[in-house]
Each structure stands twice: as structure tokens, then as C-alpha cells.
């Protein structure tokens, strides 16, 4: 039977090249499983190549479910070995976008931003004259999220966490004041995104 402690969303940035999940993920999600908790909140899964906070962030595609799907699996009956027969807990797996903070190979800076931020961008490396993300950018990536929760769900997670924290891309775009076109200005634009 699960507990009523919770397991938060902290990146281990130990998954393979390609996102999927590496030994280090394994033994850090049975020892998880192990403990009984009744939420399993899965670290953060970049939902494009660009978007990847660093290069071994988890990333769920259709190439490497079947691994997600191993994982999943294996984790569950680890924690039933520990936890009796009837221990389910809940999965849910962390969908996001690092924007900024993007640095998907290399540990090199590759930021994507959706408005210039006069704190932010010094410290980020962004000159003025650098681009905005475009409006069909956007839009692609609410199928880029749309897709990670269908594969998701197809892995047998129990539900997907949009993130929208800490000045990543979404974050971000919510605070877009004075980005013009349709995520940008009121806030039906800036939620238009996570809202979608």
C-alpha cells in the first residue's frame, strides 16, 4: 500500500543522448518506487531536442517509449516487492520547454527566448538585437506538448505536469507584456500556450 509522501520533480540529468532513461535513472526510480510514496512526480521531460535544459535530460519520443514503458514497469514491481501487491502510486511525468536556459548539447547556451527581459538576458548572454521566438514556433510546440502527453499516456503514466515555473520557456511567456502578435500583450496571448 502506497504512503502519503510525495516524490518531486528533481532532474537527475542522467538520461541517455537521446532522453532515454540510462542505469543511473533506473536504480534512482525502483529506489523511489521502494519508499512507498503514493505520488511519483517524474522529473522534467523536454519536449523538443532544443528545448533540453542539458544533454541528458530526460525526453520521452516515439523512438525510445518502449524504454519509458521498461522503466515504468520495472519501477512498479520493485515497489510492489517492497510495498505488497497492491501498491500503485500515482505517476505523473513532468512535460517542459527550458527556453533561456536551454542548452541542449554540450553544456553550450542555445537559449530560445519569447521577449527580451531587461534582468534576464545579461545574465543569459542574450544581446538585444537577438530574436524572439516566432509565433509559428509557438504554435508548434503545442503540438510538440500534445504529442509528449499522448506518448505518455501510451507509456502508462497517470497524467502529465505542464511546467510553467522558474523563467522557462512557458514561465516566461506568461510574463509577455510587451511581446506583440498572439502570445504576447493581454493575457488570453500569454496564456494561449499552456492554455491550448
Known sequence: CQNRLGILPMEGCDSELDGSPSELVYRRYKRFFSGGSGLIWWEANAVVEEGRANELQMMLTSENKDGF???????????????????????ILQLTHSGRYSR???????????????????????????????????????????????????????????????????????????????????FENRSRLLLS
Do not use: M, W
Open 104 to 186: 541542449p548539447h554540450g553544456h553550450k547556451a542555445a537559449p530560445i527566448i519569447t521577449q527580451h527581459d531587461p534582468l534576464l538576458d545579461p545574465r543569459s548572454g542574450i544581446k538585444p538585437e537577438d530574436p524572439v521566438a516566432s509565433d509559428e514556433y509557438l504554435d508548434s510546440l503545442v503540438v510538440a506538448y500534445v504529442q509528449s502527453a499522448v506518448l505518455a499516456k501510451e507509456v502508462g503514466f497517470d497524467g502529465v505536469d505542464i511546467k510553467a515555473c522558474h523563467r522557462y520557456l512557458i514561465s516566461e511567456l506568461l510574463a509577455s507584456h510587451t511581446r506583440e502578435g498572439r502570445y504576447g500583450g493581454s
Open 69 to 91: 514503458k521498461h522503466l515504468l514497469k520495472t519501477s512498479l514491481e520493485t515497489g510492489r516487492q517492497a510495498n505488497g501487491a497492491d501498491y500503485r502510486p500515482l505517476s
